[in-house]
C-alpha cells in the first residue's frame, strides 16, 4: 500500500520561503520519479517539479531558478525548498507519485504568500 504524506506549508510574506516535505511509504524513492503538483482555486492543477530515480528533475517554468526539489534517500522522502515566493505561488500543494500518471497522491498541503 502506497501512501504519501506531506508536510511543510503554511503563511509566508511574498520573498520568504518554506519547504514542503514528502514522506513515501509502500514504494523506494531511488526507483521511482515523484513529484509535486499544485492547484490553486479556480484554477486547473499543475505539475509543479519532479525527480527521477537517477536524480534527475524538472520544473514548470514558473517555478525555475526558485523551486529545488531533492531527495532524503535514507528517510524515503523527497522535499521541495521554495524560495522568493510570490503570491501566484499561493496553492494546495500535493505530492504524487508515479509522476506521468499520478495513481497515489497526499493529502495535500496549503502554501499562502501573502502580506
Known amino acids: 500500500q502506497v501512501q504519501l504524506v506531506e508536510s511543510g506549508g503554511g503563511l509566508v510574506q511574498p520573498g520568504g520561503s518554506l519547504r514542503l516535505s514528502c514522506t513515501a511509504s509502500g514504494l523506494s524513492l531511488d526507483y521511482s520519479t515523484i513529484g509535486w503538483f499544485r492547484q490553486a482555486p479556480g484554477k486547473e492543477r499543475e505539475g509543479v517539479s519532479c525527480i527521477s530515480g537517477d536524480g534527475s528533475t524538472y520544473y514548470a517554468d514558473s517555478v525555475k531558478g526558485r523551486f529545488t526539489i531533492y531527495r532524503d534517500d535514507a528517510e524515503n522522502t523527497v522535499h521541495l525548498q521554495m524560495n522568493s515566493l510570490v503570491p501566484e505561488d499561493t496553492a494546495r500543494y500535493y505530492c504524487?507519485?508515479?509522476?506521468?500518471?499520478?495513481?497515489?497522491w497526499g493529502q495535500g498541503t496549503q502554501v499562502t504568500v501573502s502580506s
Open positions: 504524487a507519485w508515479p509522476w506521468g500518471s499520478p495513481n497515489y
